[in-house]
């Protein structure tokens, strides 16, 4: 599998191709129930190893002063950072300025000034459409046109990306191709529970808020809401107080059910990292949501940031609703992963500003003045979060701006992701448990000829544990397409998360799992279908390739 920049004529294939994905679980009742959630996005092959190593932890930092300017010429003695209120020395240390900072200034000291290089960036425009409502998208489209016609040098390469992978431009030049991606953005809220109509009646942020302690006010509103179900009325104190129990079982069971639609948008930032990591010049990604809850997801975020600090790329975020009026505990839950990914990275985090066109402009500079900053930590990983705090000796009135912790990890082998990736990229064939494959070339609703992969898991070889009463699995499926050189053309991978009931279960054994993955039709020649299936519960791995002839 041949994966090379310089295959033009691959590229060009891939950003012609606009795909779709449709996964079902038969039998087909149960597709749109809390049994099976399905989370989705492009893929694409990462372009380099990202480096592991547990014992170095890199910060990239900013630094203003009291009157909010980016401040530089400082030494890495002038910084002290606190790993769990621990002092740890710093042993890699850097100052990047842009090339017309860096043109008249002098490295000072211990602090090496580097010109940022010329030449265009690679931006990553990502529309978090599984969360943002219609006019959140509408409003986001029009801010990332004025961008791409009014600001961006011509030379930047730009690519659009979406939670739920239905739009899907790689990295480019051609501002037509892209703004012909952004006219066809719409909200697609993933399915799965929106709200539970007992009482009290709760919606997957409410759950989230009152699951994890956030908001004593929507605790305290549903406690109300059970009583006046619960209790006589009207309903004493003292079996209000007694609702909370009552509360917090029904927050906790609807935020384990609607929790993967958070992950589903950090799965499919992963993957656009990823790919973003092995792209030319400056590399940046810029996220547009409205925010989403991440509570109990450390491990998950810390490993992104990690993924961003490693290859270089700095996340902004904006608010694509403008001002969202709610309280500060909603707003703080929201924002967190935003905030926090673009404190760690260096970049910038703006909201409750109408003006989304200037923020997403104002996200899209690059920092004048910055720093990279490393210490390894003493001993091994313990697997646990550590808090980190960044500061300037004696204060002197500057704000630090860099990540607030780090996940303590060692990974000594492939990721999940990482393994599944290799496989995807190699010619391997692999067989732990049986799955059929169906490749066919036919004609869609609207009239347009496309290429079907279906997909057939033979359910009975799966495990299915008891957990709370369900049967548990996840499977993801990866299909990637390339010509007949092996250069990738397009790839689409999807996690279905199942929790199934009796009946489910039963479904499932007599039918099977089936996922299908529709490809627009390419042009007429030769092709090879590459399928991963990955099974959690074993990690256990089927691969094949199936060769097809376009006429």
Request: proline content about 6%; overall charge negative; charged content about 20%.
């Amino acid at each position: 599998m041949l994966y090379p920049d310089s295959q033009r004529e691959g590229n060009a294939i891939a950003r012609r191709l606009l795909f779709a994905i449709v996964c079902a679980l038969l039998p087909a009742t149960a597709q749109d129930s809390p049994e099976v959630r399905i989370r989705a996005a492009a893929w694409f092959p990462p372009g380099l190893v990202i480096s592991t190593d547990a014992n170095l932890v890199e910060l990239a930092v900013t630094v203003r002063d009291r009157h909010d300017h980016l401040t530089g010429g400082l030494l890495a003695s002038d910084f002290e950072v606190l790993d769990n209120n621990q002092p740890r020395e710093i042993t890699v240390f850097s100052e990047l300025r842009t090339q017309s900072v860096a043109a008249g200034a002098k490295p000072s000291g211990d602090a090496p000034a580097h010109a940022a290089p010329a030449g265009p960036r690679s931006i990553a425009l990502f529309f978090d459409d599984a969360h943002t409502s219609m006019f959140g998208l509408h409003k986001s489209a029009e801010a990332a046109e004025r961008l791409l016609s009014n600001t961006l040098p011509a030379a930047d390469l730009v690519g659009i990306f979406t939670a739920s992978g239905t739009v899907s431009v790689d990295f480019t030049t051609d501002r037509k191709l892209l703004l012909a991606a952004l006219a066809r953005l719409r909200p697609h809220p993933l399915s799965g529970p929106h709200a539970v109509s007992s009482c009290p009646a709760l919606t997957p942020f409410d759950a989230y808020l009152i699951a994890h302690h956030v908001d004593p006010e929507t605790e305290w509103a549903k406690m109300i809401e059970a009583a006046n179900c619960n209790c006589p009325s009207p309903p004493t104190m003292q079996c209000i107080g007694a609702q909370r129990g009552v509360v917090q079982s029904a927050a906790n069971m609807v935020w384990d059910m609607s929790q993967y639609q958070s992950t589903t948008t950090l799965d499919a930032l992963g993957i656009v990292i990823r790919h973003l990591a092995a792209a030319a010049g400056k590399r940046m990604l810029i996220l547009m949501s409205p925010g989403f809850p991440v509570g109990g997801m450390d491990q998950r975020t810390s490993g992104l940031v990690d993924t961003a600090l490693r290859t270089h790329i700095r996340i902004s975020a904006v608010n694509s609703e403008g001002v969202v009026f709610s309280s500060e505990f909603r707003g703080m839950a929201r924002n967190q992963f935003m905030a926090a990914a673009a404190e760690s990275t260096g970049g910038q985090y703006l909201h409750n500003n109408m003006d989304i066109a200037a923020s997403l402009a104002a996200v899209a500079a690059i920092p004048e003045v910055s720093y990279v900053l490393g210490f390894s930590p003493p001993g091994d990983p313990d697997g646990q979060y550590h808090a980190l705090k960044t500061r300037i000796r004696g204060n002197r009135g500057y704000r630090v701006e860099t990540r607030t912790g780090y996940f303590s990890a060692a990974v000594p082998h492939d990721t999940a992701q990482q393994r599944i990736d290799r496989i995807a990229m190699s010619a391997a064939t692999m067989q732990d448990f049986p799955v059929a494959v169906e490749v066919q070339q036919e004609t869609e609703n609207e009239g347009e000829a496309a290429l079907r992969v279906t997909l057939a898991v033979t359910a009975s070889s799966l495990k299915f544990p008891e957990k709370e009463g369900r049967r548990v699995e996840e499977l993801t499926f990866l299909t990637v397409l390339e010509d007949a050189g092996g250069n990738f053309i397009a790839g689409k991978q999807s996690v279905m998360d199942m929790a199934l009931t009796p009946a489910g279960l039963a479904a499932a054994l007599q039918k099977g799992v089936r996922a299908a993955m529709t490809f627009p039709l390419p042009k007429p020649g030769s092709y090879r279908v590459r399928q991963v299936v990955r099974e959690a519960v074993q990690d256990r791995i089927w691969a094949s390739s199936t060769s097809i002839e376009v006429r």
